[in-house]
Protein backbone atom coordinates (compact mmCIF):
# COMPACT_ATOMS: atom_id res chain seq x y z
CA UNK A 1 0.00 0.00 0.00
CA UNK A 2 1.33 3.46 -1.20
CA UNK A 3 1.77 6.05 2.03
CA UNK A 4 -1.06 8.58 1.63
CA UNK A 5 1.69 11.61 2.94
CA UNK A 6 -1.30 14.46 2.77
CA UNK A 7 -3.88 12.07 4.91
CA UNK A 8 -0.57 11.16 7.54
CA UNK A 9 0.17 14.64 7.95
CA UNK A 10 -3.42 15.21 8.59
CA UNK A 11 -3.40 12.96 11.28
CA UNK A 12 -0.31 14.27 12.97
CA UNK A 13 -1.41 17.43 12.78
CA UNK A 14 -4.77 16.28 15.20
CA UNK A 15 -2.41 14.71 17.18
CA UNK A 16 -0.23 17.17 18.07
CA UNK A 17 -3.43 18.99 19.39
CA UNK A 18 -4.81 16.92 21.72
CA UNK A 19 -3.61 17.25 25.35
CA UNK A 20 -0.71 16.34 26.80
CA UNK A 21 -2.26 13.10 28.79
CA UNK A 22 -2.93 11.66 25.14
CA UNK A 23 0.19 12.50 23.47
CA UNK A 24 1.90 11.16 26.05
CA UNK A 25 0.08 7.86 25.11
CA UNK A 26 0.59 7.79 21.59
CA UNK A 27 4.54 8.05 22.12
CA UNK A 28 3.95 5.31 24.38
CA UNK A 29 2.21 3.13 21.34
CA UNK A 30 4.30 4.19 18.18
CA UNK A 31 7.93 3.96 19.70
CA UNK A 32 9.70 6.16 17.62
CA UNK A 33 7.15 5.28 14.78
CA UNK A 34 4.60 7.56 14.69
CA UNK A 35 3.86 7.61 11.04
CA UNK A 36 3.66 3.81 10.92
CA UNK A 37 1.44 3.91 13.76
CA UNK A 38 -0.80 6.67 11.88
CA UNK A 39 -1.23 4.34 8.84
CA UNK A 40 -2.50 1.70 11.15
CA UNK A 41 -5.06 3.63 12.15
CA UNK A 42 -5.48 4.73 8.63
CA UNK A 43 -5.98 1.42 6.82
CA UNK A 44 -8.43 0.21 9.49
CA UNK A 45 -10.64 3.31 8.62
CA UNK A 46 -10.07 2.56 4.79
CA UNK A 47 -8.18 6.00 4.25
CA UNK A 48 -10.82 7.96 5.89
CA UNK A 49 -8.79 10.88 7.82
CA UNK A 50 -11.98 12.03 9.88
CA UNK A 51 -12.82 7.98 10.82
CA UNK A 52 -9.02 7.40 11.41
CA UNK A 53 -8.66 10.73 13.72
CA UNK A 54 -12.06 9.44 15.72
CA UNK A 55 -10.58 5.97 15.96
CA UNK A 56 -7.39 7.04 17.35
CA UNK A 57 -8.65 9.47 19.62
CA UNK A 58 -11.16 6.93 20.98
CA UNK A 59 -8.10 4.50 21.47
CA UNK A 60 -5.88 7.24 23.27
CA UNK A 61 -9.13 8.25 25.89
CA UNK A 62 -9.20 4.63 26.03
CA UNK A 63 -5.61 4.25 26.85
CA UNK A 64 -5.72 6.78 29.46
CA UNK A 65 -8.74 6.43 31.43
CA UNK A 66 -7.43 2.44 32.01
CA UNK A 67 -3.99 3.42 32.20
CA UNK A 68 -2.89 1.08 30.06
CA UNK A 69 0.47 2.76 30.24
CA UNK A 70 1.22 1.20 33.00
CA UNK A 71 -0.26 -1.97 32.73
CA UNK A 72 3.09 -4.30 32.69
CA UNK A 73 3.25 -2.79 35.83
CA UNK A 74 0.65 -5.09 36.82
CA UNK A 75 0.90 -8.34 38.04
CA UNK A 76 -2.18 -10.36 37.16
CA UNK A 77 -3.33 -12.80 39.45
CA UNK A 78 -3.76 -16.12 39.40
CA UNK A 79 -1.35 -16.33 36.75
CA UNK A 80 -0.42 -19.85 36.27
CA UNK A 81 -4.52 -20.50 36.43
CA UNK A 82 -5.12 -18.14 33.45
CA UNK A 83 -2.10 -18.79 31.44
CA UNK A 84 -3.72 -22.98 32.06
CA UNK A 85 -7.39 -21.93 30.83
CA UNK A 86 -5.82 -18.87 28.51
CA UNK A 87 -3.78 -20.67 26.29
CA UNK A 88 -1.12 -17.97 24.62
CA UNK A 89 2.24 -18.76 23.69
CA UNK A 90 4.90 -17.24 20.86
CA UNK A 91 7.10 -19.28 18.94
CA UNK A 92 9.78 -17.45 17.05
CA UNK A 93 9.88 -15.05 14.24
CA UNK A 94 8.60 -15.81 10.53
CA UNK A 95 10.69 -14.70 7.62
CA UNK A 96 10.16 -11.40 7.63
CA UNK A 97 10.96 -10.96 10.93
CA UNK A 98 6.98 -11.00 12.47
CA UNK A 99 6.78 -12.50 15.95
CA UNK A 100 4.55 -15.83 15.61
CA UNK A 101 1.70 -16.21 18.50
CA UNK A 102 0.11 -19.40 19.09
CA UNK A 103 -3.40 -19.96 20.66
CA UNK A 104 -4.61 -23.07 21.84
CA UNK A 105 -8.19 -22.09 20.95
CA UNK A 106 -10.31 -25.23 21.12
CA UNK A 107 -8.59 -26.11 24.40
CA UNK A 108 -8.58 -22.76 26.31
CA UNK A 109 -11.57 -22.96 29.06
CA UNK A 110 -11.83 -19.39 29.98
CA UNK A 111 -13.54 -20.94 32.52
CA UNK A 112 -11.16 -20.86 36.04
CA UNK A 113 -10.94 -16.63 36.16
CA UNK A 114 -13.43 -13.35 35.70
CA UNK A 115 -13.64 -12.33 32.66
CA UNK A 116 -12.08 -8.98 33.07
CA UNK A 117 -8.82 -11.07 34.03
CA UNK A 118 -8.70 -12.98 30.91
CA UNK A 119 -9.05 -9.28 28.57
CA UNK A 120 -6.08 -7.31 31.01
CA UNK A 121 -3.74 -10.56 30.29
CA UNK A 122 -4.53 -10.32 26.69
CA UNK A 123 -4.10 -6.53 26.78
CA UNK A 124 -1.03 -7.08 28.29
CA UNK A 125 0.40 -9.53 26.07
CA UNK A 126 -0.51 -6.80 23.32
CA UNK A 127 1.77 -3.85 25.08
CA UNK A 128 4.51 -6.50 25.92
CA UNK A 129 4.67 -7.63 21.76
CA UNK A 130 4.41 -3.03 21.19
CA UNK A 131 6.32 -2.36 23.46
CA UNK A 132 9.43 -5.05 23.69
CA UNK A 133 9.19 -7.93 21.17
CA UNK A 134 8.13 -6.01 18.02
CA UNK A 135 10.92 -2.85 19.11
CA UNK A 136 13.57 -6.09 19.35
CA UNK A 137 12.46 -7.67 16.21
CA UNK A 138 13.10 -4.43 14.17
CA UNK A 139 16.51 -3.76 15.66
CA UNK A 140 17.23 -6.93 15.17
CA UNK A 141 16.73 -7.28 11.28
CA UNK A 142 17.16 -3.68 10.10
CA UNK A 143 14.06 -2.96 8.95
CA UNK A 144 10.62 -1.78 10.70
CA UNK A 145 8.73 -4.60 12.65
CA UNK A 146 5.63 -3.68 13.33
CA UNK A 147 2.84 -6.33 13.15
CA UNK A 148 2.44 -10.13 13.70
CA UNK A 149 1.35 -13.65 12.80
CA UNK A 150 -1.27 -15.93 14.55
CA UNK A 151 -1.80 -19.79 14.41
CA UNK A 152 -4.89 -20.62 15.65
CA UNK A 153 -5.13 -24.35 16.73
CA UNK A 154 -8.77 -25.55 17.07
CA UNK A 155 -7.50 -29.10 18.44
CA UNK A 156 -10.52 -29.83 20.77
CA UNK A 157 -12.96 -27.31 19.61
CA UNK A 158 -16.50 -28.91 20.38
CA UNK A 159 -20.04 -27.41 20.47
CA UNK A 160 -20.06 -26.62 24.15
CA UNK A 161 -17.44 -23.62 23.02
CA UNK A 162 -20.47 -21.26 22.84
CA UNK A 163 -19.80 -20.33 26.32
CA UNK A 164 -16.53 -18.65 25.47
CA UNK A 165 -17.99 -16.39 22.39
CA UNK A 166 -18.46 -13.53 24.85
CA UNK A 167 -14.89 -13.63 26.50
CA UNK A 168 -13.48 -14.34 22.79
CA UNK A 169 -15.96 -11.00 21.37
CA UNK A 170 -14.25 -9.05 24.58
CA UNK A 171 -10.69 -9.25 23.18
CA UNK A 172 -11.37 -9.45 18.99
CA UNK A 173 -13.39 -5.82 20.06
CA UNK A 174 -10.42 -4.50 22.33
CA UNK A 175 -8.13 -5.64 19.21
CA UNK A 176 -10.16 -4.31 16.39
CA UNK A 177 -10.66 -0.50 18.13
CA UNK A 178 -7.42 -0.36 20.41
CA UNK A 179 -4.50 -1.77 18.13
CA UNK A 180 -5.48 -2.08 14.44
CA UNK A 181 -3.67 -3.84 12.03
CA UNK A 182 -1.24 -5.41 14.08
CA UNK A 183 -1.84 -8.72 13.13
CA UNK A 184 -1.28 -9.58 9.33
CA UNK A 185 -2.80 -13.05 9.08
CA UNK A 186 -4.87 -15.70 11.25
CA UNK A 187 -4.04 -19.13 10.56
CA UNK A 188 -6.94 -21.92 11.44
CA UNK A 189 -5.17 -25.28 11.78
CA UNK A 190 -6.81 -28.42 12.92
CA UNK A 191 -10.17 -27.46 12.54
CA UNK A 192 -13.06 -29.69 13.35
CA UNK A 193 -16.31 -29.73 11.58
CA UNK A 194 -17.76 -27.69 14.04
CA UNK A 195 -15.02 -25.04 12.95
CA UNK A 196 -15.93 -25.39 9.13
CA UNK A 197 -19.80 -24.68 9.58
CA UNK A 198 -19.29 -21.69 11.72
CA UNK A 199 -17.10 -20.63 9.24
CA UNK A 200 -19.11 -20.72 6.46
CA UNK A 201 -21.42 -19.21 7.92
CA UNK A 202 -19.71 -16.29 9.31
CA UNK A 203 -17.64 -15.61 6.47
CA UNK A 204 -20.06 -13.99 4.14
CA UNK A 205 -20.58 -11.30 7.34
CA UNK A 206 -16.82 -10.07 7.56
CA UNK A 207 -15.42 -7.08 5.68
CA UNK A 208 -12.83 -7.93 3.04
CA UNK A 209 -9.99 -6.81 4.96
CA UNK A 210 -10.79 -9.07 7.53
CA UNK A 211 -11.36 -12.17 5.56
CA UNK A 212 -8.24 -11.92 3.48
CA UNK A 213 -6.34 -12.19 6.87
CA UNK A 214 -8.07 -15.35 7.97
CA UNK A 215 -6.31 -18.62 6.25
CA UNK A 216 -7.95 -21.96 7.16
CA UNK A 217 -5.40 -24.13 6.42
CA UNK A 218 -5.96 -27.90 5.79
CA UNK A 219 -5.11 -30.44 8.59
CA UNK A 220 -2.26 -29.35 10.21
CA UNK A 221 -1.33 -26.62 7.69
CA UNK A 222 2.67 -27.36 8.05
CA UNK A 223 3.20 -26.96 4.41
CA UNK A 224 1.47 -24.00 3.64
CA UNK A 225 3.10 -22.18 7.34
CA UNK A 226 6.93 -23.27 5.66
CA UNK A 227 6.21 -20.94 2.71
CA UNK A 228 6.23 -18.19 5.55
CA UNK A 229 7.97 -19.62 8.34
CA UNK A 230 11.01 -21.57 9.50
CA UNK A 231 10.40 -25.49 10.31
CA UNK A 232 12.02 -24.19 14.06
CA UNK A 233 9.21 -21.58 14.22
CA UNK A 234 6.27 -24.41 13.42
CA UNK A 235 4.76 -25.19 16.30
CA UNK A 236 4.73 -28.86 16.93
CA UNK A 237 0.66 -29.10 16.63
CA UNK A 238 1.52 -28.08 13.00
CA UNK A 239 5.09 -30.48 12.15
CA UNK A 240 3.24 -33.55 12.94
CA UNK A 241 0.06 -35.19 11.36
CA UNK A 242 -3.09 -36.51 12.63
CA UNK A 243 -1.83 -40.01 12.30
CA UNK A 244 1.60 -39.32 14.09
CA UNK A 245 -0.23 -36.90 16.92
CA UNK A 246 -2.38 -40.33 17.88
CA UNK A 247 1.06 -42.35 18.22
CA UNK A 248 1.89 -39.66 20.95
CA UNK A 249 0.60 -39.65 24.55
CA UNK A 250 0.58 -35.95 25.07
CA UNK A 251 3.29 -34.11 22.96
CA UNK A 252 2.01 -30.89 25.12
CA UNK A 253 3.91 -32.36 27.73
CA UNK A 254 7.01 -32.31 26.86
CA UNK A 255 7.91 -28.74 27.43
CA UNK A 256 10.70 -27.83 24.90
CA UNK A 257 6.90 -27.87 22.32
CA UNK A 258 4.25 -26.79 25.02
CA UNK A 259 4.02 -23.07 24.37
CA UNK A 260 1.44 -22.83 26.36
CA UNK A 261 2.51 -23.77 29.70
CA UNK A 262 3.61 -20.89 32.14
CA UNK A 263 7.09 -22.45 32.26
CA UNK A 264 7.80 -21.58 28.71
CA UNK A 265 10.92 -19.82 28.33
CA UNK A 266 8.33 -16.63 26.45
CA UNK A 267 6.05 -16.80 29.63
CA UNK A 268 8.89 -16.92 32.19
CA UNK A 269 10.15 -14.01 30.12
CA UNK A 270 6.91 -11.65 30.34
CA UNK A 271 6.17 -12.51 34.23
CA UNK A 272 10.03 -11.55 34.94
CA UNK A 273 9.49 -7.98 33.18
CA UNK A 274 6.38 -7.27 34.85
CA UNK A 275 7.67 -7.87 37.98
CA UNK A 276 10.74 -5.52 37.84
CA UNK A 277 8.61 -2.91 36.13
CA UNK A 278 6.03 -3.78 39.36
CA UNK A 279 9.09 -3.35 41.62
CA UNK A 280 10.85 -0.41 39.67
CA UNK A 281 7.41 1.69 39.98
CA UNK A 282 6.74 0.77 43.86
CA UNK A 283 7.53 3.45 46.29
CA UNK A 284 9.09 2.65 49.53
CA UNK A 285 6.71 1.90 51.91
CA UNK A 286 3.99 1.12 49.28
CA UNK A 287 1.01 0.42 50.30
CA UNK A 288 -0.79 -2.81 48.10
CA UNK A 289 -3.81 -0.79 45.57
CA UNK A 290 -7.13 -2.29 44.94
CA UNK A 291 -7.27 -4.17 41.37
CA UNK A 292 -7.02 -2.40 38.40
CA UNK A 293 -10.12 -1.94 36.22
CA UNK A 294 -10.41 -2.00 32.33
CA UNK A 295 -13.36 -1.11 30.65
CA UNK A 296 -14.12 -2.84 27.22
CA UNK A 297 -15.66 -0.94 24.23
CA UNK A 298 -19.13 -2.05 23.39
CA UNK A 299 -18.22 -4.48 20.08
CA UNK A 300 -19.94 -2.66 16.86
CA UNK A 301 -22.87 -4.29 15.12
CA UNK A 302 -20.53 -6.42 12.92
CA UNK A 303 -18.89 -7.96 15.79
CA UNK A 304 -22.57 -8.42 17.26
CA UNK A 305 -24.09 -10.00 14.00
CA UNK A 306 -20.89 -12.46 13.60
CA UNK A 307 -21.70 -13.74 17.43
CA UNK A 308 -25.22 -14.28 16.64
CA UNK A 309 -24.56 -16.09 13.73
CA UNK A 310 -22.29 -18.44 15.18
CA UNK A 311 -24.87 -18.63 18.13
CA UNK A 312 -27.45 -19.51 16.20
CA UNK A 313 -25.22 -22.36 14.21
CA UNK A 314 -23.64 -23.90 16.86
CA UNK A 315 -27.31 -24.22 18.02
CA UNK A 316 -28.39 -25.91 15.10
CA UNK A 317 -25.61 -28.39 14.70
CA UNK A 318 -26.37 -29.10 18.41
CA UNK A 319 -29.91 -30.37 17.69
CA UNK A 320 -29.01 -31.82 14.38
CA UNK A 321 -26.24 -34.12 16.83
CA UNK A 322 -29.18 -34.62 19.00
CA UNK A 323 -31.63 -35.89 16.40
CA UNK A 324 -28.91 -38.03 15.67
CA UNK A 325 -28.15 -39.93 18.85
Known amino acids: MERDLEALKQMQAFVDGVDEKLRCSFQSMHQGYPLETLERFLQAREGNVLKANKMLLDC ?13 SKVITPNDVIRDSQLIGFSGFCKKGRPVFVLGVGRSGYDRAPLDKYVKSHIQLNEYRD ?15 GSCLKILDMTGLKLSSLHRLK ?8 DDLNYPEKTDAYYIVNAPFVFTACWKAVKPLLQERTKRKVQVLHGCGRDELLKVMDQNTIPQFCRLSSKELAKQKDPSLDMKVNYFSPSHPFHLQLCKYIEQRTVMGRPLGHVPQPSFCVTFPEPDDESTEVVHVIESTLERLAAAKKGMV
Open 131 to 145: RVLLPEATKHFGRYV
Open 60 to 72: LNWRASNRIDDIL
Open 167 to 174: ILTAISTV
